[in-house]
T-cell receptor, first 115, second 109 residues
Framework: DAMVIQNPRYQVTQFGKPVTLSCSQT?????MYWYQQKSSQAPKLLFH???????NEADTPDNFQSRRPNTSFCFLDIRSPGLGDAAMYLC??????????????FGPGTRLLVL | GQNIDQPTEMTATEGAIVQINCTYQ??????LFWYQQHAGEAPTFLSY??LDGLEEKGRFSSFLSRSKGYSYLLLKELQMKDSASYLC??????????WGAGTKLIIKP
């Protein structure tokens, strides 16, 4: 089945220790998104890639970086996690960004705990 | 500014019908999405409306009024598994999703 896969599902890291979350997709979608979601809050878009074009949200901290080495994979790097970065991190994909292509499909998420 | 408003929490009875309302303000408009999110899981796509009217999909229907900036999600024949948060999201002129915080729906037997 075509899907969006995130690994790991749960990640524990220490304050200040770099961590990488991964996302892969078998949908062959052009766009990949990373969201941060805290409990009972709306998902917050961090950045997205349209193919290799990187689009950073204006309020995304520099502590968050992303890589998309190929169509299928996208990584979220948190360089120095703080306690406030503990959240669910959601990867999503869409075929495109224009009409008829814009529905986003989500992976299961990675829950990050910072000790 | 851009904003999505929806109730924080609703309670309904198994077998009944519930309507979850959403009002939106976006810079331009390219459609309104509803997602279901069970606790600790990712959102799953339910519906997309870009034209006025009602879209029916099994037990779930979604309605849009662009002139009023208003949508609702209608859930019929409620089942216990429908207990979840329901997220309303509007797409702006840049095709960015503006998300609401979600409505937590509690189903009682």
């Amino acid at each position: 089945d075509a899907m969006v896969i995130q690994n790991p599902r749960y990640q524990v890291t220490q304050f200040g220790k770099p961590v990488t979350l991964s996302c892969s997709q078998t949908l062959n979608h052009n766009v990949m998104y990373w969201y941060q979601q805290k409990s009972s809050q709306a998902p917050k878009l961090l950045f997205h890639y349209y193919d290799k074009d990187f689009n950073n949200e204006a309020d995304t901290p520099d502590n968050f970086q992303s890589r998309r080495p190929n169509t299928s994979f996208c990584f979220l790097d948190i360089r120095s996690p703080g306690l406030g970065d503990a959240a669910m991190y959601l990867c999503a994909t869409s075929r495109g960004v224009l009409a008829g292509q814009e529905t986003q499909y989500f992976g299961p998420g990675t829950r990050l705990l910072v000790l | 500014g851009q904003n999505i408003d929806q109730p924080t929490e609703m309670t309904a009875t198994e077998g009944a019908i519930v309507q979850i309302n959403c009002t939106y303000q976006t810079s331009g408009f390219n459609g309104l999405f509803w997602y279901q999110q069970h606790a600790g899981e990712a959102p799953t796509f339910l519906s997309y409306n870009v034209l006025d009217g009602l879209e029916e999909k099994g037990r779930f229907s979604s309605f849009l009024s662009r002139s009023k900036g208003y949508s609702y999600l209608l859930l019929k024949e409620l089942q216990m598994k429908d207990s979840a948060s329901y997220l309303c999201a509007g797409m702006d002129s840049n095709y960015q999703l503006i998300w609401g915080a979600g409505t937590k729906l509690i189903i009682k037997p």
